[in-house]
C-alpha cells in the first residue's frame, strides 16, 4: 500500500513538474522563500513572465524557474501554496478569462 501511494504521489508531482496539470499535492510545511530571479529579454511582445516556484517531490522542495509563456490567453494566476488543515496545499497556476 504504501508503494502505491508514494508511486501516486511522486505521478502527482511529476505531472505538476512537467505539464502544470491541475493535482491536489500536500506538503509538511511551507516551502522555503522564492529565490530571486532575473527576468531575461522578452521574446515578443505578446509574452508573460511566469514566475519561479517550490515544487514538493515528496522529500523535499523542488525550485522551478520561471519562464516566458508566448501569446498568453486571459490573465495568469500564479500558483501558490495554501495552507490547510492537512498541511500547505499547492494550487497549480492557470489562466482565467
Known amino acids: 500500500m504504501n508503494k502505491l501511494l508514494i508511486g501516486m504521489l511522486a505521478a502527482a508531482v511529476l505531472c505538476l513538474f512537467l505539464a502544470g496539470c491541475a493535482a491536489t499535492v500536500y506538503a509538511p510545511g511551507p516551502p522555503p522563500p522564492a529565490k530571486a530571479e532575473v527576468t531575461p529579454a522578452a521574446p515578443g511582445p505578446n509574452a508573460l513572465w511566469v514566475t519561479g516556484n517550490w515544487y514538493w517531490n515528496g522529500n523535499e522542495y523542488v525550485w522551478k524557474s520561471g519562464h516566458w ?16 488543515a492537512r498541511g ?7 489562466w482565467t478569462h
Open 69 to 84: 509563456v508566448k501569446n498568453p490567453q486571459g490573465r495568469w494566476v500564479a500558483g501558490h501554496w495554501k495552507k490547510t
Open 88 to 94: 500547505h496545499t499547492w494550487v497549480a497556476g492557470h
